[in-house]
């Protein structure tokens, strides 16, 4: 009786011994584990933060590398200080702008008086930039540099390999169109883009004050009124020809020959009724400039790949 009671207590024994060994193996991989989770969040935590310092890194360099090429210039005090200061160029937002300069279109870049001349590319509005201040939406908002403003900065120093047209515009030229309303620029850089000088414009006061600046020049002799009648119905010209009292047309002819007639034998309603047309032809003042315009449109996304990589 007592050898099978010693045999139940010593297999007990094994039981819970074994239990016990268990146990503590179990735990010991327990901490094991845990321990080499924790070294993977460490060595994780360590490879975020070097490569958060990478970025950084890479980040000065490009400002660095932007600011590098900023043109040595007749700069005053205060463009001094604006530019030299490098919190001002190197967060994440003013490097977008930075690399957003090939979006713009500079239309003048004057190196003596350290301004420019900018077409929005998205509608056509015209931008005075200089180094201390722009007048786009962007700049008005932030009042920090905006796209338009690195972008001339970048130019003062690179244009001449790129539009040499846009460059140092004559200083009359410059205060002159600096002087006209918006509206005026505008038609006058959309006219000096298009200009078909076959074609009649009809004079409105953006191009009478051009004409008058000597930018466009108007000439009255030689006028192709044809495509101008062929604008207007056929009823808007009888009705025309007789507010005009004019007489010897038929209303049963055909519009082509009616206009026919007209071409041939009524100079004098021609010219009254299209006084205000004329032909236009680029001023000599500006001549060189237009090359210029019609350049910068051509050419207005150019590769700045050697910079922005
Ligand atoms: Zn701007």
């Not at 989770?37 to 360099?61: G, H, M, W």
């Not at 007489?247 to 009724?273: C, M, P, T």
Request: aromatic share 12%.
């Amino acid at each position: 009786m007592l050898v099978w009671f010693i045999a139940l207590f010593v297999i007990f024994l094994i039981v819970i011994i074994a239990g016990i060994v268990n146990g503590i193996r179990q735990s010991s991989a327990q901490i094991r584990a845990k321990e080499e989770y924790d070294r993977y969040l460490i060595r994780q935590q360590i490879e975020q933060e070097e490569k958060l310092r990478q970025e950084e890194r890479n980040r000065l360099a490009e400002a660095r590398r932007f600011r590098d090429s900023f043109p040595i210039v007749s700069q005053t005090k205060e463009i001094q200080e604006l530019w030299s200061n490098p919190c001002d160029h190197d967060s994440i937002d003013q490097i977008k702008r930075q690399k957003r300069i090939n979006e713009t279109r500079p239309i003048q870049i004057n190196r003596d008086t350290l301004d420019g001349i900018f077409v929005s590319s998205r509608n056509d509005l015209i931008y005075k930039t200089n180094l201390i201040d722009c007048d786009c939406p962007d700049y008005m908002e932030r009042m920090i540099p905006c796209k338009h403003m690195y972008r001339l900065f970048y130019d003062l120093e690179h244009i001449d390999t790129v539009n040499t047209h846009i460059l140092n515009i004559d200083p009359s030229v410059r205060i002159a169109f600096r002087e006209f309303p918006q509206k005026t620029q505008i038609q006058f850089v959309n006219i000096a883009r298009f200009l078909n000088n076959a074609l009649l414009y009809n004079v409105n006061t953006d191009i009478k004050r051009l004409i008058k600046s000597g930018f466009l020049i108007s000439h009255k002799e030689n006028l192709d009124y044809a495509p101008l009648l062929f604008e207007m119905t056929k009823d808007a010209i009888l009705l025309s020809l007789v507010k005009r009292g004019i007489s010897g047309f038929y209303a049963s002819w055909s519009k082509v020959r009616l206009i026919d007639w007209i071409l041939q034998n009524q100079h004098d309603y021609l010219e009254a009724q299209f006084k205000s047309y004329t032909r236009l032809e680029i001023g000599e003042i500006v001549t060189d400039w237009v090359h210029g315009i019609k350049d910068a449109y051509r050419r207005s996304l150019y590769s700045y790949s050697n910079y922005l990589r």
